[in-house]
C-alpha cells in the first residue's frame, strides 16, 4: 500500500498564533510532497511542491514567509503556518510521490485549519 | 498559468441516470487524472490516463482522454447513490517537479 498521514486532522488557534501540520508516508518514501489548500465547496489549490532536502517551490501568490514547508527527510513534510488569520482557515491536504514514480500521488486525510 | 474547468459545476440526478462530467483547458497535459473526494477526506484517485485518445472503463465508469491531450470526460453510466461525491480532473505538467494542476470540480449528487 502507500499510505499518508497528516497530524493533526483538527486543528483550532488563536489569530497571530503559528500552527504546524505534519505530513508523513507511513510505508514508503517519498522524495516529493506536495501541498494543496481547499476551501469549502472549492477544488484543491496547489500551494507548494516540496523535495526531500531542498527549498520547497511555491505557487504563484503562495507566500512562502507566511506558509513555511520544511521536507527534512523521505518520510515527512511540515507546513507551518505563521501568524495565522482567520482567513487562513482552510482545509489544507498533502500528497506524496514515491521514489521513481514520476505521476503517482498518494493524499494525506486533510487537516481542518479554524483560526478564531 | 494552467486552467482546468469542469463542466457542470453542480449536477443532481436519480439513480440509474447516466451523466458525464467534462474537464476543458486550453493547454495540454502530459497526463490527466480523475479524483473523487468525500466532505472531510482527500482526494481518492480513480483514474490516470496517458495517451491522447485514450478510453478506460471502471466498472460503471468510462474515462476518456482528448486526442489533443486538453480535454478529458467522465462518464458514469446507471448512477448511483454511492456515486455522490466532489469529482476533480487533475493535469499533470512536467514544468520542473512533475505536478498536477486540479480542476475546477464538479458536485455529484445521486437521489435514491
Known amino acids: 500500500g502507500a499510505v499518508v498521514s497528516q497530524h493533526p486532522s483538527r486543528v483550532i488557534c488563536k489569530s497571530g498564533t503559528s500552527v504546524k501540520i505534519e505530513c508523513r508516508s507511513l510505508?514508503?518514501?517519498?522524495?516529493?510532497m506536495f501541498w494543496y489548500r481547499q476551501f469549502p465547496k472549492q477544488s484543491l489549490m496547489l500551494m507548494a511542491t516540496?523535495?526531500?532536502?531542498?527549498?520547497?517551490?511555491?505557487e504563484q501568490g503562495v507566500e512562502k514567509d507566511k506558509f513555511l514547508i520544511n521536507h527534512a527527510s523521505l518520510t515527512l513534510s511540515t507546513l507551518t503556518v505563521t501568524s495565522a488569520h482567520p482567513e487562513d482557515s482552510s482545509f489544507y491536504i498533502c500528497?506524496?510521490?514515491?521514489?521513481?514514480?514520476?505521476?503517482?500521488?498518494?493524499f494525506g486525510p486533510g487537516t481542518r485549519l479554524t483560526v478564531t | 498559468t494552467q486552467l482546468l474547468e469542469q463542466s457542470p459545476q453542480f449536477l443532481s440526478i436519480q439513480e440509474g441516470e447516466n451523466l458525464t462530467v467534462y474537464c476543458n483547458s486550453s493547454s495540454v497535459f502530459s497526463s490527466l487524472q480523475w479524483y473523487r473526494q468525500e466532505p472531510g477526506e482527500g482526494p481518492v484517485l480513480l483514474v490516470t490516463?496517458?495517451?491522447?485518445?485514450e478510453v478506460k472503463k471502471l466498472k460503471r465508469l468510462t474515462f476518456q482522454f482528448g486526442d489533443a491531450r486538453k480535454d478529458s470526460s467522465l462518464h458514469i453510466t446507471a448512477a448511483q447513490p454511492g456515486d455522490t461525491g466532489l469529482y476533480l480532473c487533475a493535469g499533470g505538467t512536467a514544468s520542473g517537479t512533475y505536478k498536477y494542476i486540479f480542476g475546477t470540480g464538479t458536485r455529484l449528487k445521486v437521489l435514491a
Open positions: 500528497s506524496a510521490r514515491r521514489l521513481a514514480e514520476w505521476g503517482e500521488q498518494y
Open positions: 490516463v496517458v495517451t491522447g485518445g
Open positions: 516540496s523535495n526531500e532536502g531542498s527549498k520547497a517551490t511555491y
Open positions: 510505508d514508503f518514501q517519498a522524495t516529493t
